[in-house]
């Protein structure tokens, strides 16, 4: 074809963004990680990732809007190496809906969606290899591999599955500012918001217990507690002007997600996600555009597109 795509199938998936109900900070590890334990909930707000042939001479990620290296293509090429897998050059398109550098997991989100999309573009679906290599791309890549709320513990690489909990709508506050995460994480060493790993085992033990069933209502004390936030406020001012608008919009509660500096306001119950949606529309104007979401379904399917 024009284009260097051959006519083959081509094949697409959703890749769901992310916030974090909480996100407990712990020690620094001698790797440079921090210990942490963060409830994680994927959103209906998703990136579009697609695969096809291509008659290039290596790999290709194309994700329009998105400078520099793509966690996407590191995804691609290392389950080449481990799978062992020779099949031609493929093509991986991202069309972005998340943020970027947000705080929002759209980055490890993408990369989660091209491991399980090359994965199934070769006819080698096999789960065990995606969850190995997952912790290798990043933190958030393995809450994201395989949808659905999520408990995340040590660094982000011990992924507990949690039922859904109580519905509730999200308004998304994006900044124009980028954060970088490792420098976040330093930020908030230096203000002394890490914790102990006894208050960490503690917490993780009371968000298990709280997550028995369908509908869990979430720690009211643990909901929005972010220790990330207060080091992201101090290095990115909109941060605290976001908290306000999101307040002023008439949120329950507001916080920031992951190492921000997007910032999310909860609207708990039934008519929450209304009442979120009424929140992002009366702040039309606002630069960059306010969003309303809910929870994402459980798991992203792969299709055949044209
Ligand atoms: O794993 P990922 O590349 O997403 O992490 C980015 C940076 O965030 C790390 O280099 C580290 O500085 C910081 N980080 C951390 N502890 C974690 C996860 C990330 O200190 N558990």
Known sequence: MADGTTPDRRLATRAF???????????????????????????DLADTVTIEAWTGDS????????????????????????SGWDGAPVRVTIKKRIPVAAGMGGGSADAAAALRLVAAFAGREDDALLTEIAPTLGAD???LLHGGPTLVRGTGTEVLQLPTPQTAGYL?????????TPVVFRQAGE???RRSQADL???SESLQAAAKDEGWGFPPELLGVNDLGPAA???????????????????????????????????????????????????????????????????????EVQ
């Open 191 to 193: 203000m002394g918001l």
């Open 59 to 82: 790999d290709q990620v194309v994700c329009p809007g998105v400078e520099g290296d793509n966690l996407a293509s590191k995804a691609i090429a290392s389950w080449r190496s481990l």
């Open 141 to 143: 890549v393995p809450p």
């Open 17 to 43: 963004g992310k916030l974090n109900l909480c996100l407990i900070l712990g020690p620094l590890r001698e790797d440079g990680y921090h210990e942490l334990v963060s409830a994680v909930l994927p959103l």
């Open 233 to 303: 406020a101090v290095l990115e001012p909109s941060v605290s002007e976001a908290l306000s608008e999101a307040r002023e919009a008439g949120a329950d509660q507001a916080f920031v997600t992951g190492s921000g500096p997007t910032v999310i306001g909860y609207f708990h119950g039934n008519e929450g996600p209304m009442r979120a949606a009424a929140a992002a529309e009366a702040l039309g104007g606002r630069v960059p555009g306010a969003i309303a979401c809910t929870a994402s379904p459980r798991s992203a399917t792969i299709e």
């Open 172 to 180: 998304i506050l994006p900044s124009n500012a980028g954060l970088s």
């Open 201 to 203: 085992d503690l917490i």
